[in-house]
Every structure is written in structure tokens, then in C-alpha cells.
């Protein structure tokens, strides 16, 4: 069965510089989710969207943005990257609101 | 306040036993989930259970559900090496948002 696929699945970017991370969800769910996971944390929501419109909003950067295409692959843009930004960054998708199922990550680091 | 808590953080047993982590949130849910992580890779969901079931099962897998209590469990029987992975608890409250717990580190030990 097709899954969530994320891309890049690492990514290594100086401070400052800008990154984006796509997504392209199970086919037909209608919600995707973006995660941060830092080294031992738990995963924080950041952005969430139901059928291309952003759903929920959680501890997102002002320097983070993302966006849900008519395709339905999201990507997540990053810019002025700190060195906290380095971390496991997760997209999720659903169906009707039913188990989220999550890509394998890209892990970004900042240097 | 952190939705989700487990506990406990840590978890270290023998191949064959049993295994049993708890999750506690503070707010109402709709469904409560469980996923497993293996170091540095992906979550994988392992079962969902809704704010109206009690218990639920899957393979080794069994999670309980109290409301009144605000807290799950989920228990793995008959451990294996496999299983030593970090393990998070995840609420929702009946739209997009998951919230997770700080999650159980499982070592199971040949």
C-alpha cells in the first residue's frame, strides 16, 4: 500500500539559508500534518490542512511557512534557519479525521 | 499543560515478558492513538482506540482506554528484541491536531 512520502529524507543547510521539505500524502486522505521532532523530544505539531486549506496551527515559526497544492503534496518552506531548527520533520496524512500515518522524516541539519 | 504523558519513561525487560506503558492526558479526546519508533526513523502507527471503547486488540498489542481516568495503556505480551523502540501515546480532540507524550523508551533484552 502507498505511504506518506517525504523528500528530502536529509537535508544539510548553513544558518541562514532557507530549506524546503515536501510531502505528498496517502492517496485520498484528506488532512495532512506537519511534525518537528528535536534529538529525545516528543513530536510538536506545527501545521495542519484539511483539502488544501490550512486546518490548525500549532508552535510554528514565523520564519516556517506551508502550503497544501492542488495535488495535495504539501511542502513545508523554512527560511533563516537557526541551528535549533536542526531536527526530524515528520508529515503525517489522514482520512476523516482516522489514524494518521506518517512518513519516515527528513532530518535537517543546520550548520 | 502537556497532553499526553507516559510513563514510564523508561522501560528495560527480558524477551518473553511483558511489557506495559501508560499514557495520561488532561483534556477530553476523541481518539487516543499509539506509535511506535524505532532510533531516529519514522512513527509507525500501531492501534487507535476511540474515547468510546474500553479495550482493544492487536496481535501482541492490547490498549485500554479510561475516560474517567484520563489515561491508556498498552500492553505488548511475550516481548522480542524487535520490539525495543521508543513508544508515544497520541490524543485528538475530533479534528486535525495530534498531541503527543514525551513517550516510553522499551529495551528488550535477548
Known amino acids: 500500500a502507498a505511504g506518506v512520502i517525504q523528500s528530502p529524507r536529509h537535508l544539510i543547510k548553513e544558518k541562514r539559508e532557507t530549506a524546503t521539505l515536501k510531502c505528498y500524502p496517502i492517496?485520498?486522505?484528506?488532512?495532512v500534518y506537519w511534525y518537528q521532532q528535536g534529538p529525545g523530544q516528543d513530536p510538536q505539531f506545527l501545521i495542519s490542512?484539511?483539502?488544501?486549506?490550512?486546518?490548525d496551527k500549532g508552535s510554528i515559526p514565523d520564519r516556517f511557512s506551508a502550503q497544501q497544492f492542488s495535488d495535495y503534496h504539501s511542502e513545508l518552506n523554512m527560511s533563516s534557519l537557526e541551528l535549533g531548527d536542526s531536527a526530524l520533520y515528520f508529515c503525517?496524512?489522514?482520512?476523516?479525521?482516522?489514524?494518521?500515518?506518517f512518513g519516515q522524516g527528513t532530518r535537517l541539519t543546520v550548520v | 499543560s502537556q497532553q499526553g504523558e507516559e510513563d514510564p519513561q523508561a522501560l528495560s525487560i527480558q524477551e518473553g515478558e511483558n511489557a506495559t506503558m501508560n499514557c495520561s492526558y488532561k483534556?477530553?479526546?476523541?481518539?487516543l492513538q499509539w506509535y511506535r519508533q524505532n532510533s531516529g526513523r519514522g512513527l509507525v502507527h500501531l492501534i487507535l482506540?476511540?474515547?468510546?471503547?474500553r479495550e482493544k486488540h492487536s496481535g501482541r498489542l492490547r490498549v485500554t482506554l479510561d475516560t474517567s481516568k484520563k489515561s491508556s495503556s498498552l500492553l505488548i505480551t511475550a516481548s522480542r528484541a524487535a520490539d525495543t523502540a521508543s513508544y508515544f501515546c497520541?490524543?485528538?480532540?475530533?479534528?486535525?491536531?495530534?498531541?503527543f507524550g514525551k513517550g516510553t523508551m522499551l529495551l528488550v533484552s535477548p
Open positions: 503525517a496524512s489522514s482520512l476523516e479525521n482516522t489514524e494518521a500515518f
Open positions: 497520541a490524543t485528538d480532540k475530533g479534528y486535525s491536531t495530534l498531541t
Open positions: 483534556t477530553s479526546i476523541n481518539n
Open positions: 492517496p485520498r486522505h484528506d488532512t
Open positions: 482506540i476511540r474515547s468510546n471503547e
Open positions: 490542512f484539511y483539502e488544501k486549506m490550512q486546518s
